[in-house]
């Protein structure tokens, strides 16, 4: 599967932004779809997931509340809705899919699954 992340752009604190992660290709049921980030000078980091089939979710606790994860079949999209923005949420975006459940990506790398180009996401105070 091919992903395709948009949706990035400034934002102010408080604020809110909704990625979009738009597939091409088979997306079997026993997938799962996510999000990561990446800000400057860290590692890529987990931030939500949901499976292809029965919309099991999975969120990292630092998003928990803020962010919601939703995919549409129909369109082969999954989105991350994200309300409260802080500027500790600044960083790059970006989609993934592996097989496995959603809790399982936690632990997915770069070297491993599917990803799309990162969104990138600037949170100002």
């Known amino acids: 599967v091919q992903l395709q992340a948009s949706g990035g752009g400034p934002v102010q604190a408080g604020g809110s932004l909704r990625l979009s992660c738009a597939a091409s290709?088979?997306?079997?049921?026993?997938?799962?779809l996510g999000w990561f980030r990446q800000a400057p000078g860290k590692e890529r980091e987990f931030v939500a997931a949901i499976s292809w089939s029965d919309s099991r979710l999975y969120y990292a606790d630092s998003v928990k509340g803020r962010f919601t994860i939703s995919r549409d079949h129909a369109r082969k999209t999954v989105f991350l809705q994200m309300n409260a923005l802080q500027p500790a949420d600044t960083a790059v975006y970006y989609c993934?899919?592996?097989?496995?459940?959603?809790?399982?990506?936690?632990?997915?790398?770069?070297?491993?699954?599917?990803w799309g180009q990162g969104t990138q996401v600037t949170v100002s105070s």
């Open positions: 993934a899919s592996k097989t496995g459940s959603p809790r399982s990506m936690t632990a997915m790398t770069p070297a491993f699954g599917s």
């Open positions: 290709g088979r997306i079997f049921s026993d997938r799962a």
